[in-house]
């Protein structure tokens, strides 16, 4: 994205120069779906697409947001005295949730800002563009007023703000991935003990594609709190027996064994899901370590095998994008991405067979699905940083 527009944006906006601008990137995750919320294993990374802000001070306690990809909703004017959660407030409820947060835990914020917004990450595509806001917000309130706050108490402020503010009741995966993020790095995040380690993802000559199905979410929130319930009630199923806090405990071979419990076709489903996809994730860590690529891109195609008939979150155009991109030369492997029902999917694909991979899996969904996917490629990139406005402006 070009940044000066960014500040050229910010100046017609708010008629003043911006003092400093901000980027935060969104995320994949590469494996380990839905198991964030079932005391499961992650694998996220943080990607060059998501969030850049310009921020300016202001001498009074007012703060004025704008998003210049919902222009419509024009400047969000709210006072650093009344926080409260509104509705009408729209977008603009995700940075005043941080906000709201860090006042509340005794920060001491004096003065006001402009805030000018702009995004590169699809609209309701699943690569957490409200966690690329949250810790965007986090991190510029951190550097502003010098608040030295932990980056990962700033992660935890960005789940609460969903669960408790939003009223969302997501896993910390989302904000994790975005506010840890390193370049070049993805993240093994134990949700459980809430351990983590940088895993390095060498690639060799294939590069991470961002395919969107261009469906917005719309079924995602709904399903997403269902498929949660359903995990629990499996789990508390299996607590009748078993000495366990989450499903992410339990070995393949224990869920087998103890799976009678649980007696409800639906329910083993969603909870085989959360079990077999927490140890794909683990697996998958050794394999990239060790270079096999090749069995590493068969863990990710079982990962959406299971999110389709075990979990049931893909739908038509999920689906029609994953098995058209099984089909093509080059392709290790493909599954869905976040919540599902829409949004992305990705695939790690050879760079020599880019081109013919794009055409071919693009035509087989338009010839399908009767409108066009688009295409993204994703680096893996560090978390929420500022950007120096004299190497922009050079």
């Known amino acids: 994205m070009d940044t000066d527009k960014i500040l050229q944006g910010y100046e017609s906006t708010f008629k003043k120069t911006a003092d400093k601008l ?37 001498e009074d306690r007012t703060i004025e947001l704008y998003s210049e990809n919902l222009p419509d909703t024009g400047i969000i004017s709210v006072s650093l005295d009344n926080l409260e959660y509104k509705k009408e407030d729209d977008w603009a409820n995700y940075p005043k949730g941080m906000i ?16 000018y917004i702009q995004g590169n990450l699809p609209d309701g595509a699943g690569l957490s563009s409200s ?22 108490d700033l992660v935890k402020m960005g789940q609460q703000n969903e669960n408790n503010y ?16 390193k370049k070049d790095q993805a993240i093994l995040l134990d949700t459980n003990t809430m351990e983590y380690h940088y895993a390095p993802v060498e690639l060799g000559n294939h590069v991470i594609v961002i395919m969107n199905t261009n469906k917005h979410r719309a079924l995602a929130d709904s399903k997403y709190n269902e498929r949660r319930s359903q995990c629990e009630q499996a789990l508390a199923l299996l607590q009748t027996k078993l000495d366990i806090k989450s499903l992410g405990e339990l070995s393949i071979d224990e869920f087998d064994r103890n799976s009678y419990l649980i007696n409800d076709d639906i329910l083993i489903r969603r909870a085989r899901h959360a079990v077999f996809e927490n140890q794909r994730t683990l697996k998958a860590i050794k394999y990239l370590k060790n270079n096999d690529l090749i069995a590493f891109g068969k863990l990710v195609n079982a990962s959406h095998i ?26 290790l492997g493909a599954r869905m991405v976040g919540a599902g029902f829409g949004g992305c999917a990705i695939a790690f694909v050879n760079k020599d067979n880019l081109d013919d991979f ?12 009767g409108y066009d996917c688009d295409f993204y490629i994703a680096e893996i990139s560090d978390g929420p940083r500022e950007i120096k406005i004299s190497e922009v402006e050079k």
């Not at 964030?36 to 202001?58: E, H, M, Q, W």
């Not at 709201?100 to 805030?115: Q, R, S, T």
């Not at 939003?166 to 993020?181: C, H, Q, R, T």
């Open 166 to 181: 939003i009223g969302v009741n997501s896993g910390i995966m989302d904000e994790f991935a975005v506010g840890m993020g």
């Open 22 to 58: 901000f980027f935060s990137p969104g995320r994949i995750n590469l494996i380990g779906e839905h198991t964030d919320y079932n005391g499961g294993n992650v694998f996220p990374c943080a990607i060059s697409l998501g969030t850049y802000a310009a921020f300016g001070k202001r």
């Open 100 to 115: 709201y947060l860090i006042a509340k835990a005794g920060y001491k914020l004096d003065y006001g800002f402009n805030l």
């Open 131 to 152: 966690a690329s806001i949250e810790l965007l917000m986090g991190n510029i309130l951190n550097d502003v007023y010098q608040l030295g706050i932990d980056q990962l």
């Open 306 to 331: 299971s999110l389709h008939y075990d979990y049931e979150v893909t739908g038509v155009e999920l689906d029609t994008l994953v098995e058209a991109a099984w089909k093509q030369a080059g392709v």
């Open 358 to 369: 794009q055409t071919n899996v693009g035509k087989i969904y338009k010839n399908k699905i």
